[in-house]
Protein backbone atom coordinates (compact mmCIF):
# COMPACT_ATOMS: atom_id res chain seq x y z
CA UNK A 1 0.00 0.00 0.00
CA UNK A 2 1.75 3.25 -0.96
CA UNK A 3 2.14 6.45 1.13
CA UNK A 4 -0.75 8.29 -0.39
CA UNK A 5 0.33 12.08 1.09
CA UNK A 6 3.90 11.41 -0.10
CA UNK A 7 2.11 9.98 -3.75
CA UNK A 8 0.12 12.53 -3.54
CA UNK A 9 3.05 15.38 -3.09
CA UNK A 10 4.74 14.08 -5.95
CA UNK A 11 1.36 13.49 -8.17
CA UNK A 12 1.18 16.85 -7.84
CA UNK A 13 4.87 17.70 -8.74
CA UNK A 14 4.66 15.64 -12.02
CA UNK A 15 2.90 17.95 -14.34
CA UNK A 16 5.99 20.74 -13.46
CA UNK A 17 8.64 18.43 -13.09
CA UNK A 18 10.31 18.44 -16.73
CA UNK A 19 10.09 22.35 -16.79
CA UNK A 20 12.08 22.92 -13.59
CA UNK A 21 14.51 19.76 -13.83
CA UNK A 22 14.49 19.16 -17.60
CA UNK A 23 16.74 21.36 -19.22
CA UNK A 24 19.26 23.43 -16.64
CA UNK A 25 19.93 20.71 -14.39
CA UNK A 26 19.97 17.43 -16.91
CA UNK A 27 22.40 19.75 -19.12
CA UNK A 28 24.95 20.40 -16.13
CA UNK A 29 24.67 17.08 -14.86
CA UNK A 30 24.34 14.94 -18.20
CA UNK A 31 28.13 13.62 -18.25
CA UNK A 32 28.02 12.60 -14.63
CA UNK A 33 25.03 10.69 -14.67
CA UNK A 34 25.91 9.28 -17.88
CA UNK A 35 29.76 8.22 -16.41
CA UNK A 36 27.23 6.79 -12.65
CA UNK A 37 25.33 4.69 -14.74
CA UNK A 38 28.49 3.48 -17.10
CA UNK A 39 29.01 0.38 -14.87
CA UNK A 40 24.86 -0.88 -14.80
CA UNK A 41 25.19 -4.73 -15.01
CA UNK A 42 22.96 -7.61 -14.61
CA UNK A 43 19.47 -7.31 -13.67
CA UNK A 44 18.82 -4.01 -12.14
CA UNK A 45 16.53 -2.10 -10.13
CA UNK A 46 16.06 1.79 -10.59
CA UNK A 47 14.06 4.02 -8.35
CA UNK A 48 12.70 6.16 -8.21
CA UNK A 49 11.97 6.92 -12.41
CA UNK A 50 10.18 10.24 -11.92
CA UNK A 51 9.15 11.82 -15.64
CA UNK A 52 12.05 9.23 -16.93
CA UNK A 53 14.38 12.16 -17.30
CA UNK A 54 17.68 9.99 -16.32
CA UNK A 55 16.75 7.13 -18.77
CA UNK A 56 18.39 9.09 -21.61
CA UNK A 57 21.97 8.60 -19.42
CA UNK A 58 21.53 4.73 -19.20
CA UNK A 59 23.78 2.62 -21.49
CA UNK A 60 22.25 0.63 -24.10
CA UNK A 61 21.05 -2.86 -23.77
CA UNK A 62 20.61 -3.64 -20.04
CA UNK A 63 17.83 -4.97 -18.11
CA UNK A 64 16.04 -2.52 -15.54
CA UNK A 65 13.31 -2.45 -13.72
CA UNK A 66 12.52 0.96 -12.99
CA UNK A 67 9.76 1.74 -9.64
CA UNK A 68 7.97 5.17 -8.45
CA UNK A 69 5.40 6.14 -5.79
CA UNK A 70 3.52 8.12 -8.43
CA UNK A 71 1.29 7.04 -10.88
CA UNK A 72 1.62 10.59 -12.40
CA UNK A 73 5.13 10.52 -12.65
CA UNK A 74 5.22 7.46 -14.62
CA UNK A 75 2.63 8.46 -16.99
CA UNK A 76 4.62 10.88 -18.07
CA UNK A 77 7.86 8.55 -18.06
CA UNK A 78 6.41 5.80 -20.24
CA UNK A 79 7.23 7.27 -23.36
CA UNK A 80 10.90 7.53 -22.52
CA UNK A 81 10.46 3.95 -20.89
CA UNK A 82 9.04 2.63 -24.25
CA UNK A 83 11.70 3.99 -26.08
CA UNK A 84 14.82 2.21 -23.87
CA UNK A 85 16.86 0.55 -26.35
CA UNK A 86 17.18 -2.20 -23.88
CA UNK A 87 14.90 -4.18 -21.86
CA UNK A 88 12.80 -1.36 -19.20
CA UNK A 89 9.79 -1.94 -17.38
CA UNK A 90 8.62 0.72 -14.95
CA UNK A 91 6.16 -0.21 -11.60
CA UNK A 92 3.87 1.46 -9.59
CA UNK A 93 5.48 0.93 -6.35
CA UNK A 94 6.52 2.49 -2.97
CA UNK A 95 10.18 1.63 -1.98
CA UNK A 96 8.78 1.03 1.96
CA UNK A 97 6.32 -2.03 0.48
CA UNK A 98 8.14 -3.77 -2.58
CA UNK A 99 7.01 -6.80 -3.69
CA UNK A 100 10.00 -8.19 -5.43
CA UNK A 101 11.53 -11.37 -3.99
CA UNK A 102 14.45 -11.34 -2.06
CA UNK A 103 17.99 -11.35 -3.54
CA UNK A 104 16.19 -10.58 -6.65
CA UNK A 105 18.68 -8.01 -7.89
CA UNK A 106 22.40 -7.55 -8.93
CA UNK A 107 22.69 -3.61 -8.70
CA UNK A 108 20.16 -1.07 -7.44
CA UNK A 109 20.83 2.64 -9.01
CA UNK A 110 18.92 5.35 -7.26
CA UNK A 111 19.06 9.35 -8.25
CA UNK A 112 17.98 12.06 -6.13
CA UNK A 113 15.76 9.91 -4.59
CA UNK A 114 16.21 9.41 -0.84
CA UNK A 115 15.59 13.05 -0.05
CA UNK A 116 12.02 12.20 -0.76
CA UNK A 117 11.55 9.14 1.20
CA UNK A 118 9.99 9.26 4.58
CA UNK A 119 11.08 6.80 6.10
CA UNK A 120 14.89 6.34 4.72
CA UNK A 121 16.45 3.65 6.61
CA UNK A 122 13.41 1.60 6.01
CA UNK A 123 13.60 2.32 2.37
CA UNK A 124 17.19 1.33 1.79
CA UNK A 125 16.68 -1.69 4.26
CA UNK A 126 13.85 -2.75 1.76
CA UNK A 127 16.76 -2.32 -0.76
CA UNK A 128 19.26 -4.33 1.02
CA UNK A 129 16.65 -7.27 1.12
CA UNK A 130 15.66 -7.19 -2.88
CA UNK A 131 19.50 -7.28 -3.62
CA UNK A 132 21.75 -10.51 -3.72
CA UNK A 133 24.24 -10.43 -1.47
CA UNK A 134 27.23 -8.51 -2.70
CA UNK A 135 24.92 -6.41 -4.52
CA UNK A 136 25.90 -3.34 -5.32
CA UNK A 137 23.98 -0.01 -4.21
CA UNK A 138 24.47 3.30 -6.48
CA UNK A 139 23.30 6.61 -5.70
CA UNK A 140 23.45 10.06 -6.99
CA UNK A 141 21.70 12.07 -4.44
CA UNK A 142 21.97 15.80 -2.76
CA UNK A 143 22.43 15.66 1.28
CA UNK A 144 23.19 18.10 3.83
CA UNK A 145 26.46 20.05 4.02
CA UNK A 146 29.13 20.10 6.85
CA UNK A 147 30.60 23.15 5.52
CA UNK A 148 29.02 26.58 7.55
CA UNK A 149 27.37 28.65 6.63
CA UNK A 150 25.51 26.11 3.77
CA UNK A 151 24.47 23.38 6.58
CA UNK A 152 22.68 26.52 8.87
CA UNK A 153 20.93 27.56 5.46
CA UNK A 154 19.83 24.03 4.41
CA UNK A 155 18.68 23.65 8.13
CA UNK A 156 16.84 26.46 8.02
CA UNK A 157 15.40 25.96 4.73
CA UNK A 158 14.69 22.30 4.90
CA UNK A 159 10.95 22.50 7.08
CA UNK A 160 9.77 24.51 3.81
CA UNK A 161 11.37 22.72 1.41
CA UNK A 162 10.05 19.07 2.81
CA UNK A 163 6.56 20.56 2.66
CA UNK A 164 6.87 21.35 -1.20
CA UNK A 165 9.09 18.35 -2.30
CA UNK A 166 12.56 17.20 -0.88
CA UNK A 167 14.33 17.27 2.57
CA UNK A 168 17.66 19.27 1.67
CA UNK A 169 19.64 18.20 5.10
CA UNK A 170 19.77 14.20 5.31
CA UNK A 171 22.71 12.63 6.11
CA UNK A 172 22.22 9.82 3.74
CA UNK A 173 25.98 7.82 3.77
CA UNK A 174 24.46 7.56 7.55
CA UNK A 175 21.36 5.86 6.36
CA UNK A 176 22.84 3.78 4.15
CA UNK A 177 25.18 2.48 6.89
CA UNK A 178 22.34 2.36 9.26
CA UNK A 179 20.05 0.18 6.81
CA UNK A 180 22.94 -2.34 7.08
CA UNK A 181 24.93 -1.90 3.91
CA UNK A 182 29.14 -1.57 3.49
CA UNK A 183 29.60 1.73 2.40
CA UNK A 184 32.71 1.56 -0.24
CA UNK A 185 33.22 5.11 -2.04
CA UNK A 186 31.85 8.53 -1.50
CA UNK A 187 32.52 11.21 -4.18
CA UNK A 188 31.41 14.40 -3.79
CA UNK A 189 30.13 15.82 -7.35
CA UNK A 190 28.64 19.34 -6.14
CA UNK A 191 30.19 20.89 -2.68
CA UNK A 192 29.76 18.17 -0.34
CA UNK A 193 25.82 17.92 -0.97
CA UNK A 194 25.73 16.59 -4.02
CA UNK A 195 27.69 13.26 -4.68
CA UNK A 196 27.92 9.74 -5.88
CA UNK A 197 27.62 6.80 -2.89
CA UNK A 198 28.72 3.09 -3.43
CA UNK A 199 27.67 0.58 -0.88
CA UNK A 200 26.97 -3.15 -1.09
CA UNK A 201 24.59 -5.72 0.39
CA UNK A 202 26.52 -7.81 3.12
CA UNK A 203 26.13 -11.30 2.63
CA UNK A 204 23.51 -12.81 4.88
CA UNK B 1 35.32 23.41 -11.31
CA UNK B 2 32.74 24.19 -13.85
CA UNK B 3 34.61 25.31 -17.00
CA UNK B 4 30.87 25.53 -19.58
CA UNK B 5 31.04 28.89 -20.46
CA UNK B 6 26.83 28.88 -20.32
CA UNK B 7 26.85 27.79 -16.84
CA UNK B 8 29.27 30.12 -15.35
CA UNK B 9 27.43 32.88 -17.27
CA UNK B 10 24.37 31.57 -15.20
CA UNK B 11 26.13 31.63 -11.91
CA UNK B 12 27.37 34.86 -12.33
CA UNK B 13 23.79 35.92 -13.29
CA UNK B 14 21.86 34.21 -10.86
CA UNK B 15 24.10 35.63 -8.04
CA UNK B 16 24.58 39.30 -9.29
CA UNK B 17 20.39 39.94 -9.98
CA UNK B 18 19.88 38.00 -6.64
CA UNK B 19 22.76 39.75 -4.22
CA UNK B 20 21.29 43.26 -5.96
CA UNK B 21 17.83 42.46 -5.55
CA UNK B 22 18.18 41.49 -1.93
CA UNK B 23 20.67 44.33 -1.22
CA UNK B 24 18.16 46.69 -2.81
CA UNK B 25 14.77 45.36 -1.01
CA UNK B 26 17.27 45.45 2.40
CA UNK B 27 17.96 49.34 1.72
CA UNK B 28 14.67 49.73 1.09
CA UNK B 29 13.26 49.03 4.37
CA UNK B 30 15.96 49.33 6.64
CA UNK B 31 17.42 53.36 7.25
CA UNK B 32 20.66 53.72 7.03
CA UNK B 33 21.26 54.89 10.40
CA UNK B 34 19.74 52.14 12.46
CA UNK B 35 21.84 49.96 14.80
CA UNK B 36 23.59 48.14 12.85
CA UNK B 37 23.19 44.81 14.21
CA UNK B 38 19.37 44.90 13.93
CA UNK B 39 19.36 46.16 10.27
CA UNK B 40 21.70 43.11 9.57
CA UNK B 41 19.00 40.91 11.09
CA UNK B 42 16.49 42.21 9.12
CA UNK B 43 18.85 42.19 5.75
CA UNK B 44 19.57 38.77 6.41
CA UNK B 45 15.34 38.02 7.28
CA UNK B 46 14.94 39.37 3.44
CA UNK B 47 18.06 38.39 1.81
CA UNK B 48 17.19 34.55 2.73
CA UNK B 49 14.12 33.92 0.87
CA UNK B 50 15.00 36.85 -1.96
CA UNK B 51 18.00 34.35 -2.39
CA UNK B 52 16.02 31.00 -1.88
CA UNK B 53 13.43 32.39 -5.02
CA UNK B 54 16.29 34.00 -7.54
CA UNK B 55 18.04 30.26 -6.92
CA UNK B 56 14.52 28.67 -7.78
CA UNK B 57 13.95 31.33 -10.93
CA UNK B 58 17.61 30.26 -12.40
CA UNK B 59 17.91 26.98 -11.38
CA UNK B 60 15.55 25.53 -14.46
CA UNK B 61 18.14 27.16 -16.95
CA UNK B 62 21.65 26.46 -15.10
CA UNK B 63 21.28 23.76 -12.65
CA UNK B 64 19.98 23.15 -9.20
CA UNK B 65 22.79 23.43 -6.33
CA UNK B 66 24.93 24.83 -8.17
CA UNK B 67 22.68 27.69 -8.95
CA UNK B 68 20.81 27.46 -6.11
CA UNK B 69 23.31 28.01 -3.34
CA UNK B 70 25.48 30.45 -4.38
CA UNK B 71 22.54 32.37 -5.23
CA UNK B 72 21.33 31.79 -1.64
CA UNK B 73 24.09 32.73 -0.02
CA UNK B 74 24.73 36.07 -2.12
CA UNK B 75 21.08 37.00 -1.13
CA UNK B 76 21.31 36.56 2.41
CA UNK B 77 24.89 38.05 2.78
CA UNK B 78 24.09 41.15 0.73
CA UNK B 79 21.07 41.48 2.87
CA UNK B 80 22.85 41.48 6.42
CA UNK B 81 25.94 43.89 4.65
CA UNK B 82 23.71 46.65 3.36
CA UNK B 83 21.47 46.38 6.56
CA UNK B 84 25.03 46.82 8.44
CA UNK B 85 24.94 50.47 6.75
CA UNK B 86 24.42 51.95 3.40
CA UNK B 87 24.06 54.75 0.93
CA UNK B 88 20.74 54.43 -1.10
CA UNK B 89 22.08 54.86 -4.57
CA UNK B 90 24.82 51.93 -3.71
CA UNK B 91 22.88 49.30 -2.57
CA UNK B 92 22.04 47.28 -5.68
CA UNK B 93 25.63 47.66 -7.05
CA UNK B 94 26.98 46.36 -3.46
CA UNK B 95 24.59 43.67 -3.70
CA UNK B 96 25.78 43.06 -7.12
CA UNK B 97 29.40 42.83 -5.90
CA UNK B 98 28.54 40.49 -2.88
CA UNK B 99 27.19 38.64 -5.07
CA UNK B 100 29.96 37.60 -7.46
CA UNK B 101 32.38 37.15 -4.00
CA UNK B 102 29.94 34.70 -3.02
CA UNK B 103 29.90 32.79 -6.38
CA UNK B 104 33.60 32.85 -6.11
CA UNK B 105 33.76 31.32 -2.32
CA UNK B 106 31.51 28.84 -3.79
CA UNK B 107 34.02 28.01 -6.53
CA UNK B 108 36.97 28.25 -4.21
CA UNK B 109 35.07 25.39 -1.85
CA UNK B 110 34.24 23.18 -4.87
CA UNK B 111 37.52 23.06 -5.76
CA UNK B 112 38.30 22.29 -2.59
CA UNK B 113 35.76 19.51 -1.47
CA UNK B 114 34.69 18.09 -5.07
CA UNK B 115 36.01 14.64 -5.91
CA UNK B 116 36.73 11.23 -3.93
CA UNK B 117 35.83 11.18 -0.53
CA UNK B 118 36.75 7.65 0.81
Known amino acids: ?204 | MERRVYFIFGDVLACVVTGAVAAWLTGLVVPADWFALVGMIIGMAIGMPVGMIGGFLFSPFFGAFEVMLPAALSGMIAGMVVGMGHTMDSTAFTGAVIGVGCLVFCYLLQARLQGEVY
Request: overall charge neutral; glycine content about 8%; some cysteine.
Open chain 1, 1 to 204: MADSKTQAKWDAAAASFDLMGGFGPEKRWKARKEEFFSSMGGKILFLAVGTGLDIQCFPAGKDITGIDISPKMLEKAMPRVEHYPGQMTARLMDVHDMDFEDNAFDQVFTSCTFCSVPDPVKGLAGLRRVLKPGGTLKMFEHTGSTCFPFSVMLDLVNPLCRHLGPDINRDTVANVRAAGFEVGKVTNVYLDVVKFIEAVAPAA
